[in-house]
């Protein structure tokens, strides 16, 4: 079975630093492009950004270039999405999801993993 | 980066009824459309990738269609544990975007 099991829920001050990470199973964690999506406090899913395991190839939304770092460590099967220094604005439930597309494109997310729920507050 | 635009925003129906939900994007896309369905305390679920294919598992009475900028995601007759959100999402172009959702309450 084809799986992905984040890690679990961050309590944070603003200005620390967090690593939340996705481990994958199941298939050829190097074959496959991995995204991370944040959806808000009862918001919609926003796409942050996207990795290549196989060679780390990343790119970023606009919105979120900067703002995080996307990496991965392919002898363990797991993606990071990391911040420098949170913001209570950074609140949210962040999924990673498996990408269909050979490119990161022209594809589709499946499956996801259950969320990490990431609160940022002093 | 391509804009998605799904309609209505939310929606009341009752167990039983036809219902479609529209996606629009700001330029073509092709067939590279993908619908998600969401629950309460859950990650999304994808039903319908490249516009019409149905994904594995899910039931037949999702349906999905359309190219170009205009796609419809159709539940042919509801049943109780279709009452979701609903998302569209574009993989034509690098920067992935999604709809704003679709919130279909019972009624």
């Known amino acids: 079975e084809v799986q992905l099991v984040q890690s679990g829920a961050e309590v944070k001050k603003p200005g620390e630093s967090l690593k939340i990470s996705c481990k994958g199973s199941?298939?050829?964690?190097?074959?496959?492009?991995i995204g991370w999506v944040r959806q808000m406090p009862g918001k919609g899913l926003e796409w942050m950004g996207i990795?290549?395991?196989?060679?780390?190839?990343?790119r970023y939304s606009p919105s979120f270039q900067g703002q995080v770092t996307i990496s991965a460590d392919k002898s363990i099967s797991t993606a990071y999405l990391q911040w420098s220094s949170l913001k209570a604005s950074d609140t949210a439930m962040y999924y990673c999801?498996?990408?269909?597309?050979?490119?990161?494109?022209?594809?589709?997310?499946?499956?996801w993993g259950q969320g990490t729920l990431v609160t940022v507050s002093s | 980066d391509i804009q998605m635009t799904q309609s209505p925003s939310s929606l009341s129906a009752s167990v039983g009824d036809r219902v479609t939900i529209t996606c629009r994007a700001s330029?073509?896309?092709?067939?590279?459309l993908n619908w998600y369905q969401q629950k309460p305390g859950k990650a999304p679920k994808l039903l319908i990738y490249?516009?019409?294919s149905l994904q594995s598992g899910v039931p037949s009475r999702f349906s999905g269609s359309g190219s170009g900028t205009d796609f419809t995601l159709t539940i042919s007759s509801l049943q109780p544990e279709d009452f979701a959100t609903y998302y569209c999402?574009?993989?034509?172009?690098?920067?992935?975007?999604f709809g704003q959702g679709t919130r279909l309450e019972i009624k």
């Open positions: 999801a498996r990408h269909s597309g050979i490119t990161g494109t022209t594809g589709w997310f499946d499956p």
């Open positions: 199941g298939y050829s964690f190097t074959s496959y492009w």
């Open positions: 990795i290549y395991p196989g060679d780390s190839d990343t």
């Open positions: 330029q073509s896309i092709s067939s590279y």
């Open positions: 490249a516009a019409s």
């Open positions: 999402q574009q993989s034509y172009s690098t920067a992935i975007t």
